[in-house]
């Protein structure tokens, strides 16, 4: 899988990357998924391409989700890495976004996006505030999966790391 230099990280890529060392028994998650998870990780700390929002609600919710002493998986070792290069703009982009009730100013307008997960349209606002439009990375949270089309039509572009997973639990929740 090509990952551009410069990206978004949904928190459930780093989560799921933590299952290689700290494995959920009742997890369907394939160690292929796993694998690709950490790869983009470690592509994003080599690369030094994050990006994410001036405000730090991005890095809240990964601080919430992750550990902060950068161990014992490749996730918490990014949660570390984010936190200590987080305001080098050498390693980070960071993108002011402006919140507006249970959404932002930046958040792209599309019919098919008035339903969008009001805690992840903070990824989709820094996207499209950003001047090169990056891809988000996105593990295994499927509702993203029909979402993807209203979001290609506003120039967003979600890059799915781990496709057949979301896809086949998209069409379990949607009963198709």
Known sequence: MSLPKKCLVDTNVPKTANLATQPDLDSDIADACVLACIEAVEHVIKKRGLIIDAGDEIFDEYRQQLSMKGQPGMGDAFMKWVNDHRYNPEYCDRVT?????????????????????????KFV???????????????????????????????????????EYVEVKYAEKMGT
């Open 97 to 121: 976004i402006t919140r507006n009730g249970d959404s932002y100013d930046e958040f792209p307008t599309h019919d098919g996006l008035n339903d969008f997960d009001k805690s992840d349209r």
């Open 125 to 163: 606002a820094v996207a499209n505030t950003h001047a090169d439009k990056p891809p988000i990375l996105q593990a295994t949270d499927s509702k993203w999966w029909g979402w993807k089309d209203a979001l290609a039509d506003v120039g967003i572009t979600v890059q799915f790391l781990c496709p």
